[in-house]
Structure formats: structure tokens, C-alpha cells
């Protein structure tokens, strides 16, 4: 079946440094979303993507999807402790309205 | 804003009872969802809705069942609840576009403990 990976699983990084976090898809997505859940709570929107190599900013968040829209990349820019939590990518399964999740990427971040 | 309330925070219940989560959402969205989410594994869906009454399965449908008489409320039943079973539950909602999917909402998440 369709399956949606992360990686990495866990980062640890120093405050101020940068974090890249991929997600790669089995199948052909028509569309990409990014969310963030923070630690005790839930996920929450972040941004889609749908066009082939399309680039999103979000202040220090820089959102990619790729030519084929087969993988996605989140890259945080000068992390800060307010970035913690867990980004989970998703897209549709092909011809359903079901969101398959990525297995998420947990982010930590060093003072 | 967008609400995806879910009746309960923490439940414990034992083995072998039957369980009903609730879900309830304000704006009218015609996909409902449950997932379960354990460390690891992401989140996994267990059933989703499109519109009253209707309902797919999802990846992990196994001893689970659901329920949607009303637009706004989707419930998550546990048939007969086992060990295995203990994890977060969360229910999400969304519109339903022609052309791809549109942003979830989600609950506060059900922590269940099955003992």
C-alpha cells in the first residue's frame, strides 16, 4: 500500500542551527501538507503544497515539493525553542479523500 | 475559529468493555476522521467519514467500529477494548474539495488506557 516516510525520526540541534526535516512518498502525491504538533498537544496546519517544485516560505520555515511530487522537504532556519514539537507531512491517498501521515520527525531544541 | 471537540481528555476503562469516543466539530465539514497515534508509528487512520452515514476504512479498522447519524459528530467505537488498544486517539475534520484535500482540524486527542 501507500506509505508516506520521514526521516529523521529525532533531531536534536543547538539552538540558532538549522533543521531539514524529508518526506518521501511510494506513490505520486497531488498535493502536500506540513503540520506541527507541539509536545501534550495536537496537530496542527501548517501549509500544502500542490504544484510540481513549488517553494513556500513561512518566516523562518521553508517548505519544498518535489519535481516529481513523490517528496516534500520542511527547512527551519536559526531554530528556537519554539520550534519543538513534531512536523508531520501528508498527503491523499490516491483517489480518496484519506490523509496518509508521514511517521513525523521530532524536533528538539537545545538552549 | 474552527472547533474539533472530543468528549473526553483520559479515559481508563478495562478489558473486554466496550468504548465509545466522541467527536464533535462546529463548521459544517463533510470528512471526519479518526486516527490513533502512537510513538513511532505517526498517525495511523483507523476510519474516516465523507458525509452522513458513510464511512471507509481506513489502515488499522481492526476491532474498531464508527458511527456518523449527524453531520457535525463522528463517534470511535471498541467493540470489546484490549491492551493493544491503549493509545491517543485523535478525530480531525475537513472540507471536501473536488480537485485535492483541504487543511484538517484536529481534536485535543483521547488519551485511552485499557487495563
Known amino acids: 500500500g501507500q506509505q508516506v516516510m520521514q526521516i529523521p525520526q529525532y533531531q536534536h540541534v543547538q539552538e540558532g542551527e538549522d533543521f531539514t526535516t524529508y518526506c518521501n512518498s511510494s506513490?505520486?502525491?497531488?498535493?502536500i501538507q506540513w503540520y506541527k504538533q507541539r509536545p501534550g498537544g495536537h496537530p496542527v496546519f501548517l501549509i500544502q503544497?500542490?504544484?510540481?517544485?513549488e517553494v513556500k516560505k513561512q518566516k523562518r520555515l521553508t517548505f519544498q515539493f518535489g519535481e516529481a511530487k513523490k517528496n516534500s522537504s520542511l527547512h527551519i532556519t536559526a531554530t528556537q525553542t519554539t520550534d519543538v514539537g513534531t512536523y508531520f507531512c501528508?498527503?491523499?491517498?490516491?483517489?480518496?479523500?484519506?490523509?496518509?501521515f508521514g511517521t513525523g520527525t521530532r524536533l528538539k531544541v537545545l538552549a | 475559529d474552527v472547533k474539533v471537540t472530543q468528549s473526553s481528555r483520559y479515559l481508563v476503562k478495562r478489558t473486554g468493555e466496550k468504548v465509545f469516543l466522541e467527536c464533535v466539530q462546529d463548521?459544517?465539514?463533510?470528512?471526519m476522521f479518526w486516527y490513533r497515534q502512537d510513538p513511532g508509528l505517526g498517525l495511523r487512520l483507523i476510519y474516516f467519514?465523507?458525509?452522513?452515514?458513510?464511512?471507509e476504512k481506513g489502515d488499522i479498522p481492526e476491532g474498531y467500529s464508527v458511527s456518523r447519524e449527524k453531520k457535525e459528530r463522528f463517534s470511535l467505537i471498541l467493540e470489546s477494548a484490549s491492551t493493544n488498544q491503549t493509545s491517543m486517539y485523535l478525530c480531525?475534520?475537513?472540507?471536501?474539495?473536488?480537485?485535492?484535500?483541504?487543511?484538517?482540524?484536529f481534536g485535543q486527542g483521547t488519551r485511552l488506557t485499557v487495563v
Open positions: 480531525a475534520s475537513s472540507f471536501r474539495a473536488t480537485t485535492f484535500l483541504t487543511e484538517a482540524f
Open positions: 506513490t505520486t502525491l497531488s498535493n
Open positions: 503544497l500542490v504544484k510540481s517544485g
Open positions: 501528508a498527503g491523499p491517498t490516491s483517489g480518496t479523500y484519506k490523509y496518509i
Open positions: 463548521m459544517d465539514h463533510e470528512n
Open positions: 467519514s465523507y458525509d452522513v452515514k458513510m464511512k
